[in-house]
């Protein structure tokens, strides 16, 4: 296709528009009867189209570049270079316009303005700000308001239809419209950001590191609980997104801090997370190559799904459908009073069945295995919290103290509070 190019004086760059881009809008600019205007990206007018019909070319304030009305149109023009999709706004005279950015190959080159056009009744004050802006004497107040009553009048939702056929007449004509694709999703992910800040604001509620949910996180993963895991993952990103106000840099910096916890623990465990991906090189690439907070999210939750089933895996090996569904409950609900009972109610299994067949894919028995998570938990309790031993017994499930210190002291050849003030001795020296 060939191209319509206007070389400019004063740089050395040339402002290019495809015959077919200005037969578009040479057409939509005739059937409206709506003057449109091209400022590049440098906010010069580079082009227009039904100049005669344009008020704004009577007052020499339009054609002054840091004049207020141009510098309106200026923030305008920017502005729709981040929304991706047509902006209707009003200028200083009152009168409103349609601003849409030209996007080639993902380079913003400049913008169109739709205007200026009356919308609903016309307004004495639209007269009174043109000669505000201008400095009018009366005869050319008179001028001014004999031109704006012939223009033609529409009505808000008629202009929102034009926009509409102004934002396709511009993305049909370029090649890459998946650019104003990708700008509203990028806008819509910081208005989205912008809302929950304001939220928490009025709820003067103060947004911190969330560390309870990255152990939560942690938990699922170590346990298996991959859907519990893409859940938790998709709550932390959130969390990052409102501390750091939608930077995506800021969210890629602490999801790789959050990963670097993750694939540390995969290595210190029996895992074989290094057979699946090339965990750390691999997970950062990943994260830094993505383009939007989106697909950033679609890469955590495919990370950490990742983890979670190859934890499970190194949990079990078998093929039962049966033991891996028993597994992720187990691990969920360890800290609960679980039961056979509890297996055959919510599996829809025969008790006697699964604990035979648990035995055989697993090596060990359910109640065994249940107490070694519930052991696990139990130490983790007596190391880090001030909980009393009866008091962490009924926080890893077990309803009768004495018999929690001799599960304890089978799995471990110490009573709890031997543990407890073993681990506390070796943490003093």
């Known amino acids: 296709m060939k191209n319509f ?5 004063d740089t050395p760059k040339a402002d290019t528009l495809s ?14 009867g709506i003057s449109v205007t091209y400022f590049n990206d440098r906010d010069e007018i580079v082009r227009e189209f039904k100049t005669d ?27 729709a270079s981040r929304l991706g999709e047509p902006y209707i706004f009003l200028c200083k005279a009152g009168l409103a316009h349609i601003a849409i950015s030209l996007i080639i190959d993902e380079e913003i080159m400049g913008c169109f303005v739709a205007g200026p056009i009356v919308m609903g009744e016309l307004r004495a004050s639209t007269t009174k700000n043109f000669s505000h802006l201008n400095d009018l004497d009366e005869a050319s107040s008179s001028v001014a308001k004999m031109f704006i009553g012939k223009m033609k ?6 202009i929102s ?20 694709s990708t700008l509203r999703h990028q806008y819509d992910e910081q208005n989205k950001v912008n809302i929950d800040i304001q939220r928490y604001k009025k709820e003067h ?25 893409r859940k938790n993952v998709r709550q932390l990103l959130e969390t990052f997104s409102i501390l750091e106000a939608g930077d995506l840099d800021g969210i890629k910096a602490k999801t790789l801090w959050f990963f670097a916890i993750i694939i540390r623990m995969a290595s210190e465990s029996d895992s074989n997370l290094n057979q699946i991906i090339d965990t750390d090189l691999d997970i950062i690439n990943r994260i830094n190559e993505a383009e939007s907070y989106n697909r950033l999210l679609k890469v955590s939750e495919d990370i950490i799904e990742t983890v979670a089933k190859n934890t499970l895996s190194s949990i079990y090996n078998g093929r039962s459908q049966i033991v891996t569904k028993a597994l992720q409950y187990i691990n969920k609900n360890y800290k609960e009073k679980l039961s056979l009972k509890d297996i055959e109610a919510n599996l829809h299994v025969n008790s006697s069945y699964f604990s035979t067949l648990f035995k055989q894919e697993m090596g060990i ?31 890893t499930g077990f309803d009768d103290q004495s018999y929690f210190t001799k599960v304890f002291k089978k799995a471990k050849g110490l009573t709890p509070k031997a543990y407890r003030a073993e681990k506390g001795k070796n943490a003093e020296e």
């Open 205 to 229: 509620v103060s947004v911190e590191y969330p560390y309870d949910l990255e152990n939560v996180l942690i938990d699922n993963v170590s346990n298996g609980q991959t859907a519990l895991a």
């Open 161 to 180: 239809q034009i926009a509409l056929l102004f934002y396709n007449c511009i993305i049909t004509s370029v090649s890459g419209s998946n650019d104003y």
């Open 365 to 395: 028995t359910f109640t065994d295995y249940l107490n070694s998570l519930k052991i696990e938990h139990a130490c983790q309790l007596l190391e880090h919290s001030n909980l009393s031993i009866i008091d962490v017994s009924l926080s």
């Open 153 to 158: 009048t529409y009505q808000p939702t008629e």
């Open 53 to 79: 019909d344009k008020i704004c070319n009577i007052f020499p304030v339009y054609k002054a570049k840091d004049s207020a009305c141009r510098k309106n149109l200026a923030s305008a023009g920017q502005f």
């Open 5 to 9: 190019v206007i070389p400019t004086m």
């Open 19 to 32: 015959e077919y881009l200005i037969s578009s809008i040479e057409a939509f600019s005739n059937i409206t």
